[in-house]
């Protein structure tokens, strides 16, 4: 039963270093070990940009066919301006009005392994010329990628150029002036066939929700209905990054719906999938659509009570050579009388994953936030953790306290798995006579064991349960300590600077790796020579794995390991009692058989 229970114990322990593992390859961009390959994604040849998949809007494509024909139309320039706030730089094209390139001005990229050789450097004497950290970019139409977000009208007989058309810049402000809150930038199409629309796009200081207002005027001597359609658009390249400012386990299109979420990876639409999941002739008063990336997430939101339907697909049309998905809402804009107009607004949030951000735009926003699996666990850890910060102030020490919380909470599940395991140490000489006395005799051998169990009152299992209570937290809350955009350039003290990145001196997991390794010396010794060294080679393996992980997480492992060694001291002190005076397990000799 002993070697029963330790063999649990390692089973336990080796499949929570595979899980994380598997985290850490998934966090880096590779494919999971635990789920299957997706299937190839072939790249399709490009075709006209007013086609239209599953009745989708044309995709902004660097192809012609739709500047043509709005050239047909009217002669526009296509021309792109440049829009920058306190928070964000954006780029937007007179080409359906589309915004095509934001950078969040408070973020930058990090390649935290040039960041530490740099350190490294830096502490010998040798100084790099740093160049400037390149700011965290949302939208991107560059060849490294394509990602936008797209509006425009459907359902006009004769009028496509309003579906995506060039269109006239009609404003003059650039830059958020000093003192100014708002910043407006209008659009107008040529008038085609009497109907013109006009699109305002409104940026806020210290905002990453950009306001999109349409106005859709009806010159025209008959009265028109069109629908007012936004999507994101996106290929299905991984933007690329240094350690841990990378992928995290999804990235592609979700959509909000009668209180589901659904997220509809890249792989599941080249299958069709989504055809099962959302039905685009399907009605609702409610929802959103989002395109979801690590730490950061593009959304279209309509105002509440206002009628939509959704649509998940792919366009056969390849930009740089890339197939293109897209999430897209469809409203109606109703019937515009001649002479009238109607107006439609819009949020696009286009920024980090923070759920204070989030959840005041829409029901249920926070939710593009990938919490994985363990959902169910790391939202009511992450919700503690931020009310443990309001009160703080620091996200490091958040993590400390929360480790506190943690231990009191389960304080006497480890205090009965920690009298346990300092019983086993205690009777586990005797054991070890056994093994030898009985080498030749296992029968008997199992017999005297449990014998010496039931006198002592030792659970050989009393270790293994705590563990595989608690080992669903860790792990919940390492997606939590790696999924939140909250910790991105959150320091704690000193030399820490990120919460996201690892430790740039290994600091933190030198002290991991000590204190783990302390934490097994207060343990029973297997009688295994096998198993005892693997005992040893465990904390080892699991500190290297943990070695590139970030601070933040690091930081909760070092702060639980001390913890754990002061409850095992004490608890092992109060069984054992000083070391002059005799144990409390009983030292009733062995009976020669």
Known sequence: MNEFRRTLLLVVLMMSLLMLFDKWRVYHGESSLLAPHPAARAVVA??????VVNNAPPVAAAATAASDAASAVVALPIEDVTIQTDVVKAKLTTLGADLIDLDLLKYQDVDNHSEIWRQIKGLVGIHDVVPPKADVKVFDTSDSQFYAAQTGLTGLVGRDALKHGVMRLASTERTLADGKNELAVRFESPEIDGVQLVKTYTFHRGSYAIDVTHQVVNHSGAPIAPDLYLQLVRDGRVPPGGYFSGPSSYTG????TEGSFHKISFSDIDKGKEKGVIDPKATSQNGWIAMIQHYFSSAWILPPDTARSYSVGRYDAGIHGQTTYFTALYTPVGTIAPGASQTLK????????????????????EQVKDYGLLKIIAQPLFWLLSKIHLVIGNWGWSIVALVFLLKIAFYGLNANAYRSMAKMKAVNPRIQELNVRYKD????????????????????????????IQMPIFIALFTVLTSSAEMRGAPWLGWIHDLSIMDPYAILPILMTATSLLQVSLQPTPADPMQAKMMWLMPLAFSAALFSFPAGLTLYWVTNNTLTIVQQWLI?????????????????KIVKG
């Open 441 to 468: 005799n296992p029968q008997q051998k199992q017999q005297e064991i449990m014998k010496i169990y039931r006198e002592e009152k030792v659970n050989p299992l009393g270790g293994c349960l705590p563990i595989l």
């Open 572 to 588: 092992n002190r109060q069984i054992n009692g000083p070391k002059d005076k005799a144990p409390k397990v009983s030292d009733a």
């Open 253 to 256: 299109p979700s959509v909000y």
């Open 46 to 51: 490009p075709q006209a940009a007013s086609a």
């Open 346 to 365: 819009a949020t696009l949030f286009a920024g980090p994953q923070e759920e204070q951000l989030l959840a005041p735009l829409a029901p249920n926003l």
